[in-house]
């Protein structure tokens, strides 16, 4: 792992352990939909991209195989978009300047990471990776 994937990953699971150990769970309404959505998709991502496959740094495992069934077929990054999606909920859920500032943190590593993946991933399966580009969105289906 490269130091400034190490500085990602860090940064991403404190963003995650402020959430988890310091705000409120959602237990009713639109929002824990929002939550289980992302969450669902997420999961879904994990599956199909099978555990072996799973990485929490940017950088591409030596093992991997190009995968685009699941959620892969119409987002490039589902468990990215979990993510996003689940804590976006809490953020709005309990408001807070604190928590929104986290949130963009989070939000801003993530879409590194993301960058730095699709660079890698298109070295690593070329043409076959541009192609899939094209038909996907890199995270919100039919908008981003």
Not at 11 to 36: D, R, W
Not at 60 to 86: C, E, H, Q, T
Not at 92 to 114: D, E, H, Q
Request: glycine fraction near 6%; charged fraction near 15%.
């Amino acid at each position: 792992m490269s130091k400034k994937s190490l500085i990602l990953v860090v940064i991403q699971f404190s963003c995650l352990a402020y959430f988890v150990f310091f705000e409120h769970f959602i237990t009713n309404g639109f929002l824990l939909i929002i939550q289980i959505i992302g969450s669902v998709v997420a999961l879904w991502g994990i599956f199909a991209i099978k555990i072996g496959n799973f990485n929490i740094q940017p950088e591409i495992k030596a093992s991997a195989v190009f995968v685009d069934k699941g959620p892969y077929r119409w987002i490039r990054n589902p468990m990215y978009f979990g993510l996003i999606s689940f804590f976006g909920a809490v953020v709005i859920y309990n408001f807070t300047w604190i928590n929104f500032i986290i949130y963009l943190l989070l939000c801003t590593v993530l879409f590194m990471k993301i960058n730095i993946e699709e660079k890698l991933l298109a070295q690593r399966f070329g043409s076959v990776y541009k192609i899939y580009l094209k038909r996907t969105y890199r995270l919100i289906p039919f908008v981003y």
